[in-house]
T-cell receptor
Framework: GESVGLHLPTLSVQEGDNSIINCAYS??????FIWYKQESGKGPQFIID?????DKRQGQRVTVLLNKTVKHLSLQIAATQPGDSAVYFC???????????????FGQGTELSVKP | DAGVTQSPTHLIKTRGQQVTLRCSPK?????VSWYQQALGQGPQFIFQ???????QRGNFPDRFSGHQFPNYSSELNVNALLLGDSALYLC???????????????FGDGTRLSIL
């Protein structure tokens, strides 16, 4: 079926360490992926996106890697800080119409806990 | 630059009642999507509006309906409320750019709907 899933439901890291959050997707035709961060009581916050014609994209302290061969997505957070503690979702766009917004398919999420 | 705003933030209803939730998109955005997020789960796509029409719909019953106004704001209506409709309802906006690929959807902080 068409779904996006995450390998680990929880991840605990020490402040200053690097974090890696993984995600598997099942639809090989998906062409756009987004990572969101959701803090308690808030809506998902856009972190970084990547299109299927790329395999790596970097932002501020974050890097997203896309491996289309094994349908795997990862989010790397460098020098993790207490403020990074949140639930992280990867989302996949199934978009039959190239020029239109499409619908996001979310996974269950990974809760990142940063220990000071 | 105002982000996505939703109202009300919290709402309590009883079974069988009807509810209307409201969303104002991020400035410059013309597409609005609605998602339902149950506790501990990722958001589930309800439907998307563009040019005042429903463009895509997820697996939700007809009790869920919506509307988009000329100023791009949107409403989500749910009739005959069930206990299972208790959730966080999220609105996301984006810009549909002809000739370009997907653009990221930006979320509001949601309306927490509780059904008694």
């Amino acid at each position: 079926g068409e779904s996006v899933g995450l390998h680990l439901p929880t991840l605990s890291v020490q402040e200053g360490d690097n974090s890696i959050i993984n995600c598997a997707y099942s639809n090989s035709a998906s062409d756009y992926f987004i990572w969101y961060k959701q803090e308690s009581g808030k809506g998902p916050q856009f972190i970084i996106d990547i299109r299927s014609n790329m395999d790596k994209r970097q932002g501020q302290r974050v890097t997203v890697l896309l491996n289309k061969t094994v349908k795997h997505l990862s989010l790397q957070i460098a020098a993790t800080q207490p403020g990074d503690s949140a639930v992280y979702f990867c989302a996949e766009i199934l978009n039959p119409y190239y020029n239109q917004g499409g619908k996001l398919i979310f996974g269950q999420g990974t809760e990142l806990s940063v220990k000071p | 630059d105002a982000g996505v705003t939703q109202s009300p933030t919290h709402l309590i209803k009883t079974r069988g009642q009807q509810v209307t939730l409201r969303c104002s998109p991020k400035s410059g955005h013309d597409t609005v999507s609605w998602y339902q997020q149950a506790l501990g789960q990722g958001p589930q796509f309800i439907f998307q509006y563009y040019e005042e029409e429903e463009r895509q719909r997820g697996n939700f019953p007809d009790r869920f309906s919506g509307h988009q106004f000329p100023n791009y704001s949107s409403e989500l209506n749910v009739n005959a409320l069930l206990l299972g409709d208790s959730a966080l309802y999220l609105c996301a906006s984006s810009l549909a750019l002809t000739g370009l690929s997907n653009q990221p959807q930006h979320f509001g902080d949601g309306t927490r709907l509780s059904i008694l």
